[in-house]
């Protein structure tokens, strides 16, 4: 059985990348991380430094091309700033999706991957969404319902020959870190933040997400004493 | 409203885009065509020169980096030779998806057609799949359940923002083109071969099918006459 696991360099697909090697063995599971007209590409690195950590093979592609167009937050092409308070606070002001939800960027990412690992002869696909983030439908393309109808859609457009694992779609961030305690994921080598930088600026919602699944489980952050 | 229209250059695609031309007028439509490592651009400019031919703008992306390392027909990466037979006789010896089926290609193309279609404020993405590419599995991206899937993935995915339209996924190729021949759509710029060259090789799949579509609204085909 071999694996194709979405890798942001972050603390979700960290983990399901911790699940998947656990599971398959580091020679059966590749990881893809995204380039997408990111305004860094701090993350980038993170994801390389993981998928070293586990020994599996890094595939990187880029999809700016299909951002040009928007002006969501986390893009060169926006000049917007990046809010520095949490998703509930933002969506207090404006509910539905925040000002850093990238257009279909999840879909886009998952049907990548879909085609790679058909060529790569995997039969399965591993995205890290859960459901903190789908909360209030800030990431619409984080939600449970959205995660069923494009793993029958990934499934249904193969033929039956890949499906897609999303292990975490109804947990919380805190219960991701928990998993990932366990099975020693290397989260001290991972990136969160939604600015660069040398370290993490604390203040935006990502930063605020992780702050918090970290102390849920009684530990400090190793990213932030590393 | 606005639209974007998946095109190819195709006979299917571009009876999509003179219903949405029809429907929502050609300021408010927006034509997308994929390069995606084909083995010739032949029908990237038929593309272009139906675009033009209803006064709508082009986007042209490539998606080819995703194909890389699959080894279908169409694909200048294989050296498979692209079978001389109708998809009937290749399913004949080998059931399921045909050697010309590009993995998970149209869900790509979709997801790549929401963000951008998000961006551009549209609302609706359309879609030229129909019932007779899906038979037998031959393309299983084309298939009415890949379709109900990925359009409530779409839909979900943006939030509600954004809707899948196929006209034809329940229809077959010949009514496809008795659509478009009543909105007079332009199949004497249209390329459906999957062979390059000046003329249609006649013996390949889509160019048997196309026949037959044109055969039963008893009519020549355009393209072989032009």
């Not at 942001?8 to 656990?22: F, Y």
């Not at 390389?48 to 592609?61: N, P, R, S």
């Not at 879909?114 to 039969?123: K, Q, R, T, V, Y």
């Not at 998993?179 to 290397?186: D, R």
């Amino acid at each position: 059985m071999k694996a194709l696991v979405l890798a942001s360099g972050g603390i979700d697909s960290t983990t399901c990348l911790a699940m998947a090697v656990d599971r398959y063995g580091a020679q059966n599971v590749t990881a893809l991380s995204v380039s997408y007209g990111q305004k860094h590409s701090r993350e980038l690195e993170s994801a390389k430094a993981v998928a070293m950590h586990f020994g599996v093979e890094l595939m990187t592609i880029d999809l700016a091309q299909m951002f040009a167009y928007s002006d969501c937050s986390l893009l060169k092409s926006s000049d917007k700033d990046i809010p520095e308070e949490s998703y509930a606070k933002q969506q207090e002001a404006a509910p539905g999706p925040v000002s850093t939800y990238v257009p279909f960027r999840n879909g886009l990412f998952l049907s990548a991957a879909a085609s790679i690992a058909l060529s790569l002869g995997c039969e399965t696909v591993w995205y890290g969404a859960h459901a903190d983030d789908a909360a209030g439908n800030a990431y619409p393309d984080c939600s449970e319902s959205f995660v069923d109808a494009m793993g029958r859609a990934i499934n249904e457009g193969t033929g039956g020959a890949l499906s897609l694992v999303v292990p975490f779609v109804t947990s919380n961030k805190a219960e991701v870190v928990r998993t990932g305690l366990k099975l020693s994921a290397p989260y001290h080598l991972t990136w969160s933040c939604y600015n660069g930088g040398d370290r993490p600026c604390g203040k935006c919602a990502t930063c605020i997400d992780r702050a918090k699944a970290f102390a849920q489980n009684g530990v400090s952050d190793p990213a932030m004493t590393y």
